[in-house]
């Protein structure tokens, strides 16, 4: 019976935290991947700007009016599409 409960815990316990954890670690290594140049990029420090040249492990953002360029590794980004305070609330 011991033996039952404790399978069933784990099964449990992967269906609920590993399986999605998993899930949007592709999902977001997928958006990673797929990025193009004039996409608007929400970075990890909350940097947003417009995609300007995708090299292999890096990207190059311009950001605000005066056109300032910063490059970024590609995990440093956070999500595609500026984040609203709504979106960044959940």
Same mark, same amino acid.
């Not at 420090?45 to 953002?61: D, L, P, Q």
């Not at 311009?62 to 979106?87: L, M, N, P, Y």
């Given at each position: 019976?011991?033996?039952?409960?404790?399978?069933?815990?784990?099964?449990?316990?992967?269906?609920?935290?590993?399986?999605?954890?998993?899930?949007?670690?592709?999902?977001?290594?997928?958006?990673?991947? +797929?990025?193009? #140049?004039?996409?608007?990029i929400?970075?990890?420090?909350? =940097?947003?700007? @417009?995609?300007? *040249? %995708?090299k292999? +492990?890096?990207? #190059?953002?311009?950001?605000?009016?005066?056109?300032?360029? =910063?490059?970024? @590794?590609?995990? *440093? %980004?956070?999500?595609?599409?500026?984040?609203?305070?709504?979106?960044?609330?959940k």
């Amino acid at each position: 019976m011991t033996i039952i409960m404790l399978v069933v815990m784990i099964a449990i316990f992967y269906f609920m935290l590993i399986r999605p954890e998993n899930k949007r670690k592709k999902e977001a290594e997928e958006m990673r991947s +797929n990025l193009q #140049v004039g996409d608007v990029i929400t970075s990890i420090g909350g =940097i947003v700007g @417009t995609v300007c *040249a %995708v090299k292999e +492990n890096t990207i #190059v953002i311009e950001t605000g009016a005066d056109r300032v360029r =910063i490059e970024f @590794t590609k995990w *440093a %980004v956070s999500s595609k599409g500026a984040q609203t305070t709504e979106t960044a609330a959940k």
